[in-house]
């Protein structure tokens, strides 16, 4: 029996590394939740490294409360998050990132 205050599984927080990309509203549904995808950095020129969807935004950002324009319309954006499956421990948070989508 465990005694209270005891942790019984500790999550390293650093192995995971997630990437947030914005696709406009009007490519949104050639994106999905597992989807594969490639993450490419500045840091290694060439190289690219396995990842997957894992969440996409609900709600598009950078709406106006007025009503939109179709003109409007084309710049919303949903926030699309990939979560790597390679390089945890050669890449680090913060860092600029390119994703290919459509494998």
């Given amino acids: 029996m465990v005694q209270p205050g005891i ?5 390293d927080a650093a192995q ?3 990437v947030v990309v914005h696709i406009p509203a009007a490519r949104l549904e050639e ?5 594969k995808v490639r993450v490419s950095v500045d840091a290694y020129p060439g190289e690219t490294f ?6 996409i935004a609900d709600q598009a950002l950078f709406t ?7 003109k409007a319309r084309v710049k ?3 926030a699309v998050t990939i979560r790597l499956e ?6 680090h948070p913060g860092r600029p990132a390119d994703v290919t989508f459509g494998l």
Wanted: proline share 6%; hydrophobic share 45%; glycine share 6%.
């Fill in 16 to 18: 995971v590394l997630e």
């Fill in 31 to 35: 994106v999905q939740v597992r989807q």
């Fill in 76 to 78: 919303r954006v949903f």
């Fill in 86 to 91: 390679e390089g945890l421990d050669r890449l």
């Fill in 50 to 55: 396995r990842g997957r969807v894992v969440r």
């Fill in 64 to 70: 106006p409360s007025e009503v939109l324009s179709r």
């Fill in 7 to 11: 942790p019984l599984v500790l999550l």
